[in-house]
């Protein structure tokens, strides 16, 4: 195999969900996971026997056709980072639910879930039906955060309150997102969360200041407690007044600045 040389296929196409499938030399080459030659009518043949074992080991087997026959299979296994399972517990502190929703067969995401802690996990599902399940959990209440990096995770991405690419994802996941993380660590999307709980207090302590302020400061510029209490406010320090409280609240915005975030 080390001596192939290299083929030129063309007419390639993508089938989300499923794998991709191209023509080679007349005939129809196809890549991808057991759905699609199972739709195709791919013969397993005894292939299954090495396929199953690979997948007992957590790994995801991809198999290779050209027309009906299968003529390859290829066994790769994602190498989780070694961050994996401390930043979902600190997701699964501060939320009511972490959940995987993976294309991958069911015994290598059982293992992954397995291996960092979350709650639960979807295996063997569709771009299709990823945005069904993020648009599910937004019908029971959820505010959903969904987190991707490719073209399968776009309609999902889109379908949630907030979508969140990895900045190294495809073009489509991250055109999709509205939040993008630029650095790939998964330590990354914890101080997202971080910002995004300190940004909105920060808008409800100015919130709560304006009003308090403007409830309390127009009347006596208004004069209304004048006839009771003689209390009056001069058009210069009315304006001096006005000053601060937009001052406050840029200075307590600024906060942001220094705010301090989980390593």
């Known amino acids: 195999a080390q001596q192939a040389e290299p083929v030129v296929v063309k007419n ?12 080679l030399d007349g005939r129809r080459l196809l890549v991808g996971n057991r759905s699609l030659m199972e739709s195709e009518g791919v013969a397993f043949g005894q ?22 026959e299968l003529v390859g299979l290829i066994s790769v296994a994602d190498k989780l ?17 972490v959940t995987m929703l993976s294309g991958d067969n069911r015994r290598t995401a059982e293992g992954v ?27 029971a209440g959820f505010k959903v955060a969904m987190v991707g990096d490719g073209i399968n995770d776009a309609p999902a991405l889109a ?35 971080e910002v995004a709980r300190s940004t909105l207090r920060i ?4 919130l709560f200041w304006a009003f308090f302020y403007n409830v309390a400061a127009i009347p006596l510029a208004a004069g209304l407690f ?4 003689g209390w009056t406010l001069s058009p210069t320090i009315a304006a001096a007044a006005m000053a601060f409280s937009s001052v406050f609240v840029v200075t307590n915005s600024l906060r942001l600045n220094r705010l301090e975030l989980s390593k």
Do not use: C, H, W
């Not at 309150?161 to 991250?174: H, L, Q, Y």
């Not at 004048?226 to 209490?229: E, K, Q």
């Open 12 to 23: 390639i196409a993508a089938r989300p969900g499923f794998g991709l499938q191209a023509d």
């Open 47 to 68: 292939a299954l026997t090495p396929a199953e074992q690979e997948m007992n080991k957590g790994r995801t087997v991809i198999f290779a056709a050209l027309d009906t």
């Open 81 to 97: 980072r070694s961050d994996a399972r401390e930043v979902v517990t600190k997701l699964r502190s501060s939320m009511s639910r």
């Open 113 to 139: 879930a397995g291996s960092v802690g979350l709650d639960s996990f979807e295996a063997e599902i569709r771009p299709d039906q990823k945005q069904i399940i993020v648009e599910s959990y937004r019908k």
């Open 159 to 193: 379908a949630a309150d907030v979508g969140v690419a990895i900045g190294s994802g495809t073009d489509v996941a991250v055109e999709t997102a509205d939040v993008v993380l630029v650095r790939p660590e998964l330590s990354t999307l914890v101080k997202m969360f």
């Open 203 to 206: 808008i409800k302590q100015n």
């Open 226 to 229: 004048y006839p009771l209490f």
